[in-house]
């Protein structure tokens, strides 16, 4: 499977990764239970950027760091930081009113709608087999919004905020992308990440004033994992992969996500995971591997019929 030893050991840091990651967003899910959702997404970013950025200038971990231009400088405000900030409320919002496995196989679909912001409607294999994406992961959305539409599961804001994350993951994504034609993806992430908790920061001190903070160790403790595993680490992880592998490639071990999530929550915070969880997950993962997958590869062309 693997071609030599470097690829299974990225292959190992990139399960590891989403194991990392799973944890950070079962983790969120019981901080904003106790602290406020705004305030722990800017504390949490403002830490982990400035992390980042330490790495960068004082260490040649993710290679020379660039400097910001006045023009850059204003995109990584605009662009990067604002769609960060908003996608980072939206998320910890969700996991108020919902399951942090729900809310983990809503982002699971955000490969889906890139490929759908990515082209126009086209007569070609290539439209059919991204649209065809689509309605399998809208399929697995509709079976995770069924039971809170009736009444008979959880908060239909919690499902609907977790949609829209799965929305604002992708556009932040598109920011990046666009960013990351100047800057490496640590870059992005350290400067995007410090940002957006200064830009939450006075809504966060609005929250703390209204609702009030209760210092415990635990959460402390959980928010330090979050910070340092679910950000530093991960992302370092995540980003060394990249350098080696294709995107798509790397990308496809997002579909592991929702069931590193699904697992930890129900370990450590006792969620069930439910028939509703695993229909759309399976819903979901097949909608993004076969948007993702390159068919004109594994297929031979002359196998494949016109479309008419």
Known sequence: MFQNRRDL????????????WGGNNAGTRFIVGVWPPVWTGSTRFACAGLILLALLRWTRWFGEPRHLTRELNRQLWIRGALSLAVYIVCFNWALRFTSASHVALYLGAAPVWALLWEGTPERSWRTLQRYAAAVLALAGV????????????????????????????????????????????????????????????????????????????????????????????????????LRYWPTSQVLLFNNVIPLSTGLWAHYTLREPLSRTFWIAMVLIVTGVVLGQTNWQRKIPPANVPPIE
């Open 9 to 20: 050991l990225i292959a190992l840091s990139i399960v590891f990764a989403v194991f990392l």
């Open 142 to 241: 509709l079976v995770l919004f069924w039971p809170a539409l009736h009444g008979t599961g959880s908060n239909w804001i919690g499902e609907a905020l977790g949609l829209a994350v799965s929305v604002l993951w992708t556009n932040y994504g598109r920011q990046c992308r666009a960013l990351g034609g100047v800057l490496s993806g640590v870059e992005v992430s350290a400067h995007t990440m410090w940002r957006a908790g200064v830009l939450l920061l006075p809504f966060a001190l609005i929250e703390v004033v209204r609702e009030g903070i209760t210092w415990r160790n635990d959460v402390a403790a959980i928010q330090l994992y979050c910070i340092i595993a679910g950000g530093v680490v991960s992302f370092g992880l995540w980003n060394n992969a």
